[in-house]
């Protein structure tokens, strides 16, 4: 084994065969392949999630700089009207997508969990920049929230100070990627999926 | 210049020490600094009309004390008043300056929540940046940094606020006073509103349709930056000058190390001023054209927020190659900069100031001349030259308003005594004023730019410099013109390796506190286009 890996870049955080790539997303697969679906629904569902993956609509919820690079991806340049993702809705009523671009501090808190909760089902969150995955330079502030991962669930972590836009567009791909291969129909209460998520962290622990 | 300050100050109030660690600060006991505050700002010679910044500091030992720096503006003269707080760490207490700079009204209340000193006089004694139920003072020395956990209720933002006065006998008397009548039509913008440039809230009664009083609540990205700047290193302190405002990154971190070379006695070389030059006009051109996108967008018009993004990617790609950051470059270090400039800068630069040049005729002419723009522009949320100076916005708003006060002309640092320029000065102080001063700039900063870019001189870019830096004791500052206005760095070092207390002057704070002055009276509508123009970052305000 040692040797195999010998070769890989170290990181000080991660060994090499702690890696996975998008394990979430293999999970999603197994279970779907153990479970099976019909020919009806499957077909529908593929029609369904074409669609959703194609016209995410995102509540840009911008605090700092992260703000400013996803308005770059909005100028014609980066143009992310390619994806569908340019729709950006200001209310969470009309908004698939949480977008989270800065810090999130502790008077912000109860606001980004009142956004959560007032968008409809199904709704995704992606934390970008380090602020949200962790608090990122300001982790060790009286008043930071250290990822927001501890408030609302995380779809896709985009990395970054601020991250590049193909970074930005990498994840927003992620999150295509993931939406594809959700069961529409007849899928359960997303209100779930936290629970669950929790229970891997725990067994990882 | 400061002696005849000190001189006369002194002979108003006899007790006054003059101390001259670093910069020279005049300690001024607290029941003397009303009276020698109103003669300074009232002096017939050379009046100290700007309030530069209030900074409170803990000295240690239960001693609190709040720095006063102040400017003339008919001058240029400066001078800094020191005062220490009655009343120990239980109760401290300084007299209010409000009624004499109006600016002090939002940093008096800056100094309540970082340190609990209570001013006497002041009509709003309420937190400002953390929430209304948060314990204890977070920048005092002895402040536990875990004793207020995450909460995920709101709190509720009360309508009353205090007052205190002193009595004759020493006793303090409490005031309520109204901020929000019950039978007032209270509107909540924000936080979460695309139009504030990030997450302000202001809370606006209205009457009719007519703007009647705004109550700005921010703090919803304060990220405790000073109070981190206590633990960490010197070089260390720099990334976070990058991410205050965003917009202005490098001319952040210019303030910042030059303060900090100032102190340490480090002479940087021809090479990196001019290299810091050219980099700070970039990042003001890149900041307009990022203004203009955004009004324009606030007031509903999206093609020419595509023209600003055009142009401005330009720029962001000549900051990638030589600093390798795009939004946030983190480009200059204590002694020089990062890394020399990339092979193809000058002419990237060169090509881009040709362009800027030949294309802003573009801009104008699908927004300056629109009659939507102007009817919604004109002579809306204006803004007095005396009511600007009390408020200090300085930058762009403040210029709009007929108040030359531009750093870089009055208090010239870097190359700007060698190039030629021009401080745009307009005079109706209105929304289209401080509009039109944004666009000027850009041409201005182009000028700056091409008087330099081909006389960069061969040199280090960078002298070396200890690791571990320790300044002299003493208190240090440093400012600079950002893209909205002066940035100002204050710096109070014990001889340690690390800051014992490093503030930033906010560049958008006072431009948020002037929100109530400019739009009362005013529609509603309005409100978000004269925002726009005010042009302030969030971050850098709550910091």
Redesign the interface.
């Known amino acids: 084994m040692e040797m195999k890996h010998r070769k890989l870049p170290t990181t000080k955080d991660m060994r090499p065969e702690e890696f996975k790539n998008n394990d979430y997303l293999l999970r999603m697969a197994e279970e779907l392949n153990r479970d099976g679906a019909g020919i009806v629904l499957g077909t529908l569902d593929d029609l369904i999630n074409w669609g959703r993956s194609n016209s995410v609509w995102s509540l840009?919820?911008?605090?700092?700089?992260c703000?400013?690079?996803f308005?770059?991806l909005g100028?014609?340049?980066y143009d992310m009207a390619r994806f569908g993702f340019e729709v950006?809705r200001?209310s969470p009523r009309q908004a698939d997508l949480l977008m989270v671009l800065?810090?999130i501090?502790?008077?912000?808190?109860?606001?980004l969990?009142?956004?959560y909760d007032q968008m409809a089902e199904p709704k995704y969150v992606i934390a970008v920049g380090g602020c949200t995955i962790s608090g990122g330079?300001?982790r060790?502030?009286?008043?930071?929230?250290n990822g927001i991962d501890?408030?609302v669930p995380v779809d896709v972590y985009i990395p970054g100070?601020?991250p590049?836009p193909e970074a930005l567009f990498y994840g927003m791909m992620q999150l295509q990627r993931k939406i594809k291969m959700e069961r529409f129909l007849g899928k359960r209460d997303r209100n779930e999926v936290p629970q669950g998520l929790m229970e891997n962290k725990e067994e990882k622990a | 210049m400061i002696q005849q300050v000190t001189e006369k100050i002194k002979q108003w109030c006899p007790q006054a020490e003059v101390e001259t660690a670093g910069e020279t600060v005049v300690s001024v006991p607290a029941d003397k600094l009303e009276d020698v505050c109103r003669k300074l700002h009232d002096d017939t010679d050379e009046p100290m009309d700007y309030m530069r910044d209030l900074v409170g500091v803990d000295h240690g030992e239960g001693v609190l004390g709040v720095y006063y720096l102040l400017e003339s503006t008919r001058t240029g003269g400066r001078v800094m008043l020191r005062a220490e707080a009655k009343g120990g760490e239980e109760n401290p207490l300084l007299p209010s300056v409000c009624r004499i700079w109006k600016t002090a009204e939002i940093k008096e209340r800056e100094a309540f929540d970082f340190f609990g000193i209570r001013f006497t006089g002041h009509p709003d004694m309420r937190r400002l940046f953390l929430r209304e139920d948060w314990k204890g003072y977070p920048l005092r020395k002895d402040y536990d940094m875990d004793s207020n956990p995450l909460e995920l209720t709101s709190e509720v933002n009360a309508d009353v606020t205090e007052e205190f006065n002193l009595r004759p006998d020493g006793t303090l008397e409490r005031r309520e006073n109204v901020v929000f009548n019950p039978d007032d039509f209270v509107v909540n913008i924000g936080p979460q509103h695309p139009s504030t440039h990030g997450a302000l809230r202001m809370r606006t009664s209205l009457e009719g349709e007519t703007v009647k009083h705004i109550d700005p609540v921010l703090g919803y990205i304060h990220r405790g930056i000073e109070k981190m700047n206590e633990s960490l290193t010197y070089p260390q302190t720099l990334a976070f000058t990058d991410r205050l405002d965003y917009l202005s990154a490098h001319q952040n971190r210019h303030a910042l190390c030059m303060c900090i070379e100032q102190a340490a006695g480090i002479e940087v070389t021809e090479r990196v001023q001019y290299i810091r030059t050219i980099m700070d006009e970039l990042q003001r051109i890149a900041s307009h054209l990022l203004f203009y996108s955004c009004l324009v967008m606030d007031m509903g018009a999206l093609t020419p927020f595509f023209y600003g993004f055009r142009e401005r990617e330009m720029i962001l790609d000549i900051f990638e190659e030589t600093t390798g950051g795009r939004l946030i470059q983190n480009y200059n270090v204590i002694g020089g900069v990062q890394a020399d400039i990339h092979p193809t800068f000058v002419q990237k630069v060169k090509e881009f100031t040709k362009h800027m040049r030949e294309i802003i005729h573009e801009y104008h002419e699908i927004f300056t001349g629109s009659v939507i723009a102007r009817n919604r522009l004109k002579q809306m949320g204006l803004l007095s030259r005396e009511d600007a100076i009390s408020l200090a916005t300085t930058g762009g708003t403040g210029r709009a308003s007929g108040w030359a006060n531009d750093v870089r002309k009055h208090h010239p640092y870097a190359l700007y005594d060698k190039v030629d320029f021009k401080e745009i000065v307009y005079t109706h102080g209105d929304s289209w004023d401080r509009y039109m001063v944004r666009m000027d700039e850009i041409l201005e900063s182009c000028a700056i730019i091409d008087q330099l870019i081909d006389n960069i001189p061969e040199g280090e870019f960078r002298v070396k410099v200890k690791p571990v830096l320790k300044l002299p004791e003493g208190v240090f500052t440093a400012s600079v013109e950002s893209s909205r206005g002066e940035f100002g760095v204050f710096l109070v070092s014990r001889g340690d390796k690390s800051p014992y207390r490093l503030h930033y002057r906010s560049t958008g704070l006072p431009l948020v506190h002037a929100m109530d002055t400019v739009c009362r009276g005013n529609k509603i509508a309005d409100l978000i286009a004269i925002g726009g123009t005010l042009d302030f970052v969030i971050p850098d305000i709550d910091r």
């Open positions: 840009a919820l911008g605090t700092s700089c703000a400013i690079e308005m770059a100028a014609a340049r950006t200001n800065g810090t501090n502790y008077r912000m808190a109860p606001v969990k009142r956004l330079p300001f060790k502030s009286y008043y930071v929230v501890k408030i100070c601020p590049r």
